[in-house]
């Protein structure tokens, strides 16, 4: 005789969409977090690569003169070229060697020249491991010198120099080093790897 009371186990079609479903099995689960050994590894790598990019800048920029005075005016025009899209390369306010100047002018070559001296010594100021920045406060007290030799001379107030323009830069490219770099470790150390790996569709 069957009963009329419901059975207790059964197999029901309801299915509460509000849930999460886990779109892969559980055995190709990416770990959301790098673990505590990759750290410094990646932290490495980042930062050897912001030395390779900021040396090899430094080294564009001498090259240029360096190229033209050779002959090898194809590729002195190419460097000259890829650099007039962030200077404006007036040769009056740039350094000049073999009688040819920069690819940028004395104020960008401080800039530059203080980023690659910032990431060097990067690592024995900070773990290389460390993802957060400074405070602001000291990015915009390292720009304030810069801003003040470049607006005194804009108004007349004095004229500025190659040096005051390359040594006021040259500050603010050893503090910018020190935000640019943890930028890139937290971008080495985010699981790129799951945000472009496929998964299953959702069921529903």
């Known amino acids: 005789m ?3 009371e419901p059975d207790l186990i059964h197999h029901s079609s309801f299915r509460i969409h509000h849930l999460p479903v ?7 689960y990416v770990p959301q977090l790098v673990t505590d050994d990759e750290s410094p590894r990646r932290g490495r790598v980042a ?8 040396a090899s800048l430094v080294g564009l920029i001498v090259a240029a ?29 740039s350094f000049h060697v073999e009688g040819f100047q920069l690819a940028v002018c004395a104020r960008c070559t401080g800039l530059y020249v203080g980023g690659l001296l910032g990431v060097a010594v990067y ?3 900070r773990p290389l491991a460390r993802r957060e920045t400074p405070d602001r406060m000291w990015l915009l007290l390292a ?12 108004f007349g107030v004095w004229e500025n120099t190659h040096l005051s323009r390359f040594l006021t830069a040259l500050l603010l490219g050893v503090v910018s080093a020190f935000y640019i770099v943890p930028g890139l470790v937290d971008l080495s150390l985010t699981p790129w790897r799951q945000h472009f790996r496929p998964g299953l569709p959702r069921e529903g």
């Not at 886990?22 to 190709?28: D, G, H, K, L, N």
């Open 2 to 4: 069957r009963s009329n």
């Open 123 to 125: 690592p024995l100021a």
């Open 22 to 28: 886990m779109p892969a099995s559980i055995s190709e």
């Open 65 to 93: 003169p360096l190229l033209r005075a050779a002959g090898a005016l194809s590729a002195a025009q190419a460097i000259y070229g890829g650099f007039s899209l962030v200077c404006h390369q007036m040769s009056a306010r």
């Open 143 to 154: 720009a304030l010198p810069t801003t003040l030799d470049f607006a005194l001379g804009f």
């Open 47 to 54: 930062w050897c690569a912001a030395l390779a990019g900021a």
